[in-house]
């Protein structure tokens, strides 16, 4: 493992209009984000992407680690949760610049076999303003063998005080792919899913579900100045799952009652 803590990456980005009122559709809103509009929490995660020619990507569709993601000799990556902070607002269609570093990288032993922990920080600036500081958690692991125990997930809480209901498939899931530029093919290659990385079906994206989540609790408690959300178990595309809030705590909570997120607002 090649890991250096003083690495770091920087990118610029025009925050285009055009794509987040594009997200705006997908998730069902009138597209109203004009020049100058707030964004949306997490809707950053619509820009700063990281293209590489075909040559240059993993079995998966990720670009190949190395570089600011250490080479952790493991295939299977999960974006495992993550925490951000709010310090103001981000706005459409003005240039922001992000500088990314990666400030944890460990492996482990667990009880499926070898586990990587790595954590990204991403501090985004507008106007000469850090406007967003955000810590992604990813986790890499080996396949896992063909008769291997499907991990238990946890039994979500049912103490909500409003709840709604969320329908994913897999067009929705393309698109978010699309406007993400996310190409980890669980979440649009069906065969791939079920025969390599051992799924029922398409994967709903981790940030997606955070994604609902954060509406939600913007609706509910107004701005956000923090929100931190970790990943549970997997939601696949032909479910229904339950968005959950008791105070300021939030969780996903699957048609059979597996929580497949928690989060704090």
């Known amino acids: 493992m090649n890991f250096d803590p003083t690495a770091s990456a920087s990118q610029s980005d025009v925050m285009d ?15 109203s984000i004009a020049q100058g509009d707030v964004l949306p929490p997490f809707f950053h995660q619509l820009y700063f992407w990281t293209p590489q020619p075909p040559d240059q990507l993993g079995r998966d569709g990720h670009p190949k680690v190395g570089g ?16 951000l902070a709010f310090h103001s607002p981000l706005r459409a269609g003005i240039a922001a610049h992000r500088v990314s570093v990666c400030e944890k990288a460990d492996r482990k032993d667990g009880r499926t076999g070898p586990l990587a922990f790595v954590t990204l920080r ?17 986790v890499y692991r080996k396949d896992p063998a063909p008769d291997a125990p499907r991990p238990v997930a946890p039994i979500a809480r049912t103490d909500e005080d409003q709840a709604i209901e969320v329908s994913f498939d897999a067009t929705l899931l393309f698109r978010y792919s699309a406007l993400t530029f996310n190409g ?6 069906l065969p791939y899913a079920r025969s390599v990385e051992g799924y029922d079906g398409l994967v709903v994206h981790g940030p997606l579900l955070a994604q609902h989540l ?7 408690l107004g701005p956000l100045s923090e929100f931190t959300f970790r ?11 339950t968005l959950c809030r008791k105070g300021r ?6 048609p059979d ?6 989060a704090t607002a």
């Open 17 to 31: 209009v055009a794509r987040a009122t594009a997200m705006q559709v997908a998730l069902g809103q009138n597209p």
């Open 68 to 83: 600011l993601i250490p080479d952790m000799g493991l295939p299977r990556r999960m974006w495992a949760g993550g925490r």
């Open 122 to 138: 991403h501090d985004i600036w507008q106007d000469d303003a850090c406007c967003i500081s955000e810590w992604q958690d990813l």
């Open 184 to 189: 980890h093919r669980i979440h649009y290659d």
């Open 214 to 220: 954060m509406l939600m609790a913007e609706s509910a």
């Open 231 to 241: 990943a549970t178990a997997p939601l696949m595309h032909f479910e229904t799952a």
């Open 249 to 254: 705590e939030f969780w996903v909570r699957g």
């Open 257 to 262: 009652g597996r929580q497949c997120m928690q």
